[in-house]
């Protein structure tokens, strides 16, 4: 009689099991209450994806409704409100958060493709507590910027920040603290931007009533402000975006039609600029915020005597901006302000030619670009200074202004000059804002010499003034052949790649890094599909590095501007400055947010590897 042996499958400890099918799987996971599933059917992989999908949202969307405080006042809207639908809407603008973070199986192919999507609640809570944090970064930028003066950059963060806030979970309960104190956001942003609008003040400075130019003196709680966007009324429509700088702005009214009042809005929402990131964008389509009379004003253009003495205070601003400490003032100028004064009456007169003796030849290719980057007119009359940088004069500062045809921007720059040793005019740059050379020529005292300050100060705005001129020549020359180069960009969409995660993550920024002649040649592209270029500093952050001689790391908030886009972050240069004749940029990177560990965008091997560490930023 033969038996039956039954051989278990355990073999040298090893022990064999049937596979767990993805039908089992899907079903473990929708069991697991720690889980949110999602179920799609279709004819394609794709289609049932995309199906489950738009289940899974659905079911977050119902878990949120009992927690979104939407007001129907704050919803864009044609005069009719579904609820539900805004909510949907709310829960889609979290679609790119959402993806990075969920999974799939595919349960079965035939007769038509079955696909599960899921994601672990903690997930979801993450992605919320994610939007939370960037309300409260976007909060702690506007009060770091109504700080400096930064008006234009206090009022966007917190209206920003506001629209965000009300897509996340009970909006009302989010608490912020400020100066040892707590605050409920949702109360204490239009309290904040109501506050900052309370302390702006215009007073007409001159009225040209022949030609209509008006120049307005700006201040912020009592001070020059330093950065502030508005539109006027110039007797028949609004203007176009323009901009007040260091206390200073130049407005354009109808000619002969000598106005009493001068109509103003400051400018606050930033619509155009939030396209720059896809989520806020989303948001701020869903809502309109809150409303701002305060935003709105009526300027007296007053009395002689008060156009007067508001034009001595301004001429005080001015002077003010001409003015940097702990520098080497020159006490005998009288042929370098000759000269300047030459300058400014060919810049009035529009007789460019006239003064082409008084530059070297790349001076004047440098002067010529200048007073055709857009339609340049002179803001007051220029109080001048002239300090000593290397074997050079620099003069500072000529007050500007320049509109562009075909676009909505104005701007307004302090112009600089940097004479060379025979008194020809070398050099013409944009200056830094006055809170930009504070931090520079005030915070440093004590560090380096005055030299080093104004070479630090005069590189960072060549820098800008070349791309606001587009002279990819000096661009080259100030590059290592051999720098690391990282630009980033915003973008619609993005995915998380393992590249991304060596700097700060944001989903919808692409980093690229690039050699030097890829990144020229692109630079170049982008300036001949723009018709300006225009690069804001400010929030300077100097260390000088540990080795290397007079090797600098820079840290810098730059807001950038184009025809065609803008974005604002922090730009990182490394900078070779031991010959201070050509320092040359060992690295340069960008990123959406300030980084205090700039070393960890290097990699272990890499030369730069060590030489910033916790503290130098």
Request: charged share 25%.
């Amino acid at each position: 009689m033969k038996r039956l042996i039954v051989i278990p499958f355990l073999f040298l400890g090893i022990i064999l099991y049937a596979q767990e099918t993805n039908t089992e799987k899907a079903e473990k996971i929708k069991n697991d209450d720690s889980y949110v599933t999602g179920d799609g059917f279709g004819a394609t992989m794709e289609e049932a994806s995309g199906n489950a999908t738009r289940s899974l949202l659905s079911k977050i969307s119902m878990s949120m409704r009992s927690n979104l405080d939407v007001k129907t006042t704050e919803v864009n809207s044609n005069g009719t409100v579904d609820l539900e639908s805004v909510v949907n809407d709310v829960v889609s603008t979290y679609t790119q958060g959402t993806l990075r973070n969920t999974d799939e199986i595919c349960i079965a192919t035939e007769p038509e493709y079955h696909v599960m999507r899921y994601i672990k609640r903690t997930e979801i809570d993450q992605i919320f507590t994610e939007r939370e944090e960037r309300v409260k970064d976007y909060v702690r930028g506007a009060i770091g910027a109504e700080k400096k003066g930064r008006i234009d950059n206090a009022l966007r963060y917190y209206f920003w920040a506001y629209n965000l806030l009300k897509s996340i979970q009970s909006p009302a309960s989010v608490k912020f603290e400020n100066d040892g104190m707590q605050h409920f956001l949702l109360n204490w942003i239009p309290e904040q931007m109501r506050e900052i609008l309370s302390k702006l003040r215009m007073n007409v400075a001159s009225y040209d009533n022949e030609t209509g130019e008006v120049e307005l003196m700006t201040t912020y709680d009592g001070k020059p402000v330093t950065s502030l966007d508005f539109t006027y009324f110039d007797g028949a429509q609004w203007s176009n975006p323009t901009a007040a700088k260091d206390g200073m702005a130049q407005i354009e009214m109808r000619p002969n039609s000598q106005q009493s009042v001068i109509q103003v809005k400051y400018e606050y929402a930033y619509r155009k600029q939030a396209r720059q990131d896809a989520e806020l964008e989303m948001v701020m389509n869903i809502f309109n915020g809150f409303s701002l009379p305060e935003a709105n004003c009526k300027i007296k253009v007053g009395s002689k005597g008060d156009i007067k003495k508001a034009g001595k205070q301004m001429a005080e601003i001015i002077k003010e901006e001409a003015t940097v400490e702990n520098t080497s003032k020159v006490t005998e100028y009288s042929e370098y302000l000759a000269i300047v004064n030459k300058v400014v009456e060919a810049i009035k007169k529009k007789n460019y030619s006239s003064v082409r003796e008084d530059f070297t030849p790349e001076g004047y290719q440098m002067f010529d670009k200048l007073v055709h980057y857009g339609n340049a007119t002179l803001i007051g009359n220029p109080t001048i200074s002239f300090y000593t940088y290397l074997d050079r004069i620099v003069c500072r500062s000529i007050p500007m202004k320049f509109t562009f045809r075909n676009n909505h921007r104005t701007f307004v720059e302090d112009l600089t000059l940097t004479f060379d040793s025979d008194k020809k005019i070398e050099s013409l740059a944009f200056g830094l804002d006055q809170a930009a050379k504070n931090d520079i020529f005030n915070k440093a005292v004590g560090k380096w010499n005055d030299d080093v300050r104004m070479v630090i100060a005069t590189f960072l705005e060549n820098y800008k003034t070349a791309f606001a001129l587009k002279r990819l020549d000096y661009i080259e020359s100030i590059f290592d052949d051999n720098a690391v180069i990282i630009t980033g960009s915003y973008v619609k969409s993005a995915r998380k790649t393992a590249e991304n995660t060596k700097y700060l993550e944001n989903k919808h920024v692409k980093y690229n890094k690039q050699d030097k002649t890829t990144y020229l040649k692109n630079l170049e592209k982008t300036f001949q599909s723009n018709q300006f270029v225009n690069v804001r500093f400010a929030d300077n952050e100097v260390s000088k590095m540990g080795v290397g001689g007079e090797l600098f790391g820079i840290q810098i908030h730059q807001d950038y501007y184009s025809s065609n886009y803008s974005d604002t972050g922090y730009l990182f240069l490394m900078v070779d400055m031991n010959n201070p004749d050509q320092p040359i940029i060992k690295v340069r990177t960008w990123q959406p947010e300030r980084d205090p560990n700039v070393n960890a965008q290097f990699e272990r091997g890499s030369k730069f590897y060590g030489l910033f560490y916790g503290g130098n930023f």
